[in-house]
Protein backbone atom coordinates (compact mmCIF):
# COMPACT_ATOMS: atom_id res chain seq x y z
CA UNK A 1 0.00 0.00 0.00
CA UNK A 2 0.83 3.68 -0.77
CA UNK A 3 0.43 6.42 1.65
CA UNK A 4 -0.86 9.93 0.04
CA UNK A 5 -1.54 12.98 1.76
CA UNK A 6 -4.34 15.32 0.88
CA UNK A 7 -4.37 18.68 2.24
CA UNK A 8 -7.06 21.00 3.02
CA UNK A 9 -5.02 24.45 3.30
CA UNK A 10 -7.35 27.34 4.25
CA UNK A 11 -5.82 31.11 5.41
CA UNK A 12 -7.46 32.43 8.89
CA UNK A 13 -7.21 36.61 8.14
CA UNK A 14 -8.82 37.59 11.28
CA UNK A 15 -8.95 36.24 14.85
CA UNK A 16 -12.48 34.32 15.10
CA UNK A 17 -13.02 33.87 11.75
CA UNK A 18 -15.17 30.35 10.44
CA UNK A 19 -13.58 28.47 7.97
CA UNK A 20 -16.17 26.09 5.89
CA UNK A 21 -14.72 22.75 4.80
CA UNK A 22 -16.09 21.48 2.02
CA UNK A 23 -14.93 18.89 -1.10
CA UNK A 24 -13.99 15.34 -1.32
CA UNK A 25 -11.69 12.83 -0.43
CA UNK A 26 -8.95 11.97 -3.62
CA UNK A 27 -10.69 9.81 -5.45
CA UNK A 28 -7.59 7.46 -6.29
CA UNK A 29 -7.45 6.12 -2.88
CA UNK A 30 -9.02 3.80 -0.86
CA UNK A 31 -9.29 5.07 2.77
CA UNK A 32 -8.67 7.74 5.15
CA UNK A 33 -6.42 6.28 7.64
CA UNK A 34 -5.47 9.49 9.80
CA UNK A 35 -5.72 12.84 9.97
CA UNK A 36 -3.63 16.20 11.68
CA UNK A 37 -3.99 20.04 12.16
CA UNK A 38 -0.82 22.41 11.08
CA UNK A 39 -0.50 25.92 11.46
CA UNK A 40 1.93 27.65 9.36
CA UNK A 41 3.58 29.97 11.87
CA UNK A 42 3.89 26.44 14.26
CA UNK A 43 2.53 28.29 16.97
CA UNK A 44 -0.39 26.46 18.87
CA UNK A 45 -3.72 27.78 18.64
CA UNK A 46 -5.71 27.03 22.18
CA UNK A 47 -9.37 26.67 22.02
CA UNK A 48 -9.58 27.10 17.98
CA UNK A 49 -12.06 23.95 16.98
CA UNK A 50 -12.76 21.54 14.16
CA UNK A 51 -15.75 20.03 13.17
CA UNK A 52 -14.79 17.17 10.48
CA UNK A 53 -17.20 15.15 8.20
CA UNK A 54 -15.92 12.47 6.08
CA UNK A 55 -18.10 9.99 4.09
CA UNK A 56 -21.26 11.38 6.10
CA UNK A 57 -19.19 9.83 9.46
CA UNK A 58 -18.86 12.20 11.91
CA UNK A 59 -14.94 12.34 12.91
CA UNK A 60 -14.18 15.37 15.36
CA UNK A 61 -17.77 17.03 16.70
CA UNK A 62 -18.25 20.67 17.11
CA UNK A 63 -16.05 22.34 19.49
CA UNK A 64 -13.19 19.35 19.20
CA UNK A 65 -9.98 21.74 20.02
CA UNK A 66 -7.39 21.23 16.73
CA UNK A 67 -4.69 21.58 19.06
CA UNK A 68 -5.45 18.04 20.39
CA UNK A 69 -4.19 16.62 16.67
CA UNK A 70 -1.64 19.11 15.90
CA UNK A 71 1.87 17.96 16.09
CA UNK A 72 4.23 18.48 18.74
CA UNK A 73 8.21 18.98 18.62
CA UNK A 74 10.26 16.02 17.73
CA UNK A 75 7.45 13.70 16.57
CA UNK A 76 7.68 12.09 13.62
CA UNK A 77 5.43 12.25 10.42
CA UNK A 78 4.62 8.60 10.75
CA UNK A 79 3.56 8.77 14.52
CA UNK A 80 1.36 12.53 13.99
CA UNK A 81 -2.06 11.83 12.77
CA UNK A 82 -5.13 10.61 14.70
CA UNK A 83 -6.14 7.33 13.62
CA UNK A 84 -9.45 6.91 12.03
CA UNK A 85 -10.69 4.10 8.73
CA UNK A 86 -12.63 5.89 6.32
CA UNK A 87 -13.95 5.26 3.21
CA UNK A 88 -12.48 7.58 0.28
CA UNK A 89 -13.18 7.27 -3.45
CA UNK A 90 -14.42 10.79 -3.83
CA UNK A 91 -16.10 10.48 -0.49
CA UNK A 92 -17.48 14.12 0.79
CA UNK A 93 -15.60 16.33 3.27
CA UNK A 94 -17.58 18.65 5.83
CA UNK A 95 -17.25 21.11 8.28
CA UNK A 96 -15.74 24.01 9.79
CA UNK A 97 -12.26 25.25 11.60
CA UNK A 98 -12.92 28.38 14.24
CA UNK A 99 -10.53 30.42 15.32
CA UNK A 100 -10.28 31.78 18.74
CA UNK A 101 -7.47 33.78 18.71
CA UNK A 102 -7.66 36.82 21.25
CA UNK A 103 -8.04 40.06 18.54
CA UNK A 104 -4.91 42.06 19.94
CA UNK A 105 -1.87 41.39 18.41
CA UNK A 106 -3.53 38.88 15.39
CA UNK A 107 -1.21 37.67 12.65
CA UNK A 108 -2.75 36.06 9.40
CA UNK A 109 -1.60 32.46 9.13
CA UNK A 110 -2.65 29.11 7.43
CA UNK A 111 -4.38 26.32 8.66
CA UNK A 112 -4.15 22.99 6.76
CA UNK A 113 -6.10 20.11 7.68
CA UNK A 114 -4.24 17.10 6.16
CA UNK A 115 -5.65 13.78 5.61
CA UNK A 116 -3.24 10.50 5.44
CA UNK A 117 -4.49 8.38 2.72
CA UNK A 118 -4.12 4.63 1.89
CA UNK A 119 -3.99 3.10 -1.77
CA UNK A 120 -3.54 -0.10 -2.91
CA UNK A 121 -0.44 -0.85 -5.03
CA UNK A 122 -1.04 -1.11 -8.68
Known sequence: MKTKFQIIKK???SAGEVISLGGETLSHV???KGVFVSYSDGVSKPNSTLQLTIDSEEIFPADFEADMIAPK???GI??????IHER????PISGKYTDNSPAGGFIAYDVRIVLVCIDKDK
Open 30 to 32: EHV
Open 11 to 13: TIT
Open 78 to 83: NNIAWP
Open 88 to 91: AKGS
Open 73 to 75: SGI
